[in-house]
């Protein structure tokens, strides 16, 4: 009885710090889609140079992802978890001091290395560290760090970009305040443990990065590997062409910026019972069952969202979309390392992630574009229905079920 209280202790402990820093890393991607609509405003920014911003930021996690993914089978999983959180918080905070697009850019290239290398890094070092039959559950709740992430965003956003701090704009403000996670690194250095998995795994730093590579497409996780890597693509491509726009798509649809900013927070707010929701479902009923069930939810309130033309539907498909999108991306957080053993865990995920970051990329870019060439919101955001519902058959054929499975 002592032994299991301390167990859930230490677990409570592990899902507060990683989540945390989750919070962060949420927070500073939400200020982003509101900082990109100030930026319009004040610069003069056309709807491809937007859309820019948003690739850029992906273009740098891609980059992440797969840099320190395969830096956490080599070095641990805590280290990488620190050194991204201080990159992508310095890296934030000196964005706000740039007077240039292309300086901004150049700054949000790093800020995406720190983010899209954190992530995976965070939910590996979790999967790995809590008990068989809650693994899924504590990842889901690690991921709903997420949504207070973008609540605070919106809140920041809400207050502070639209506001006067002469003879600092609004949103330099907004993004100083995300510079704040640096400090936390300190913190988490001190206190957050080692994933036991990998400290049990002696051999796996003296394999080269090569050999975790290539294992990752040998014949037992290929399959796995081009399941994930489809899944993956299709999830972030959409959520980033669309969650990037939200505040935009709004103004577009006739709503002020500080309205739109309003709209987006009560949207936000469903995030929670969708993450809640997903992380009981997801030891019940299985990770397949959560994925597809909330991927398709995600679809239909996409195309509902893209064509709304009330205040009433937009808001309540906005919230839906909310709500199934981020319950979907709990449980891709939890699934995607259950598919590989621990010597090649880190790098399977980030891999997997940097697939992901590049449809990122082209997401942002992709409304830009087709919102400059005179197509209405509703045909890019079908696009993104189609994806998903790839990402649904990929999940349906070629996914296999991980619930209580004990990890090599």
């Known amino acids: 009885m002592v032994k299991q209280q301390e167990m859930q202790?230490?677990?409570?402990?592990?899902?507060?710090?990683?989540?945390?820093?989750?919070?962060?890393?949420?927070?500073?991607?939400?200020?982003?889609?509101?900082?990109?609509?100030?930026?319009?405003?004040?610069?003069?920014?056309?709807?491809?140079?937007?859309?820019?911003?948003?690739?850029?930021?992906?273009?740098?996690?891609?980059?992440?992802?797969?840099?320190?993914?395969?830096?956490?089978?080599?070095?641990?999983r805590k280290k990488v978890f620190m050194w991204t959180l201080i990159l992508f918080s310095v890296a934030s905070g000196l964005s706000a001091l740039t007077t240039t697009l292309v300086l901004f850019l150049?700054?949000?290239?790093?800020?995406?290395?720190?983010?899209?290398?954190?992530?995976?890094?965070?939910?590996?070092?979790?999967?790995?560290?809590?008990?068989?039959?809650?693994?899924?559950?504590?990842?889901?709740?690690?991921?709903?760090?997420?949504?207070?992430?973008?609540?605070?965003?919106?809140?920041i956003s809400y207050f502070v970009i639209p506001a006067t701090f002469w003879p600092i704009e609004g949103w330099r403000v907004a993004l100083i305040i995300t510079a704040l996670p640096a400090f936390y690194a300190i913190y988490i250095r001190m206190k957050l443990p080692d994933s036991p998995q990998f400290t049990a795994k002696v051999e796996a730093k003296r394999r080269s990065v090569l050999q975790n590579i290539?294992?990752?497409?040998?014949?037992?996780?290929?399959?796995?590997?081009?399941?994930?890597?489809?899944?993956?693509?299709?999830?972030?491509?959409?959520?980033?062409?669309?969650?990037?726009?939200?505040?935009?798509?709004?103004?577009?649809?006739?709503?002020?910026?500080?309205?739109?900013?309003?709209?987006?927070?009560?949207?936000?707010?469903?995030?929670?019972?969708?993450?809640?929701?997903?992380?009981?479902?997801?030891?019940?009923?299985?990770?397949?069952?959560?994925?597809?069930?909330?991927?398709?939810?995600?679809?239909?309130?996409?195309?509902?969202?893209?064509?709304?033309?009330?205040?009433?539907?937009?808001?309540?498909?906005?919230?839906?979309?909310?709500?199934?999108?981020?319950?979907a991306w709990g449980a891709l957080y939890a699934y995607t390392p259950e598919q590989y053993p621990a010597i090649i865990r880190g790098t399977g995920t980030g891999m997997a992630a940097a697939v992901g970051r590049v449809g990122g990329i082209f997401g942002p870019l992709l409304v830009g574009s087709l919102i400059t060439k005179g197509y209405d919101i509703g045909s890019v955001f079908a696009i993104f229905c189609v994806a998903i519902l790839i990402g649904v058959l990929a999940v349906l054929f070629l996914g296999k079920e991980t619930k209580q499975l004990e990890l090599e």
Do not use: C, H
Not at 32 to 52: C, E, H, K, T, Y
């Open 9 to 76: 202790i230490s677990r409570n402990k592990l899902l507060g710090v990683a989540g945390v820093g989750w919070m962060f890393d949420a927070m500073d991607v939400g200020i982003l889609s509101f900082v990109i609509a100030a930026l319009a405003i004040d610069w003069g920014l056309n709807p491809a140079q937007m859309g820019l911003i948003g690739s850029i930021n992906s273009i740098g996690m891609a980059v992440g992802a797969l840099m320190f993914g395969v830096l956490a089978d080599k070095v641990g």
């Open 106 to 155: 150049i700054l949000r290239f790093f800020v995406g290395m720190g983010l899209g290398g954190e992530l995976p890094v965070a939910s590996t070092l979790v999967s790995e560290s809590v008990e068989t039959k809650e693994r899924g559950r504590v990842v889901v709740l690690l991921e709903s760090f997420w949504a207070g992430g973008w609540l605070l965003a919106a809140i």
């Open 214 to 327: 290539r294992e990752v497409w040998s014949k037992p996780y290929a399959r796995s590997t081009f399941m994930l890597w489809v899944l993956w693509f299709a999830v972030v491509f959409s959520y980033y062409g669309m969650f990037l726009w939200l505040p935009s798509v709004m103004v577009g649809k006739g709503f002020d910026l500080i309205s739109s900013f309003k709209y987006v927070l009560i949207m936000t707010l469903a995030q929670l019972p969708g993450y809640f929701t997903a992380a009981w479902f997801i030891e019940k009923l299985g990770r397949k069952f959560v994925l597809v069930t909330y991927l398709i939810g995600t679809a239909a309130s996409a195309f509902v969202f893209g064509n709304a033309e009330s205040v009433t539907i937009l808001l309540v498909s906005g919230m839906l979309l909310s709500f199934f999108n981020l319950g």
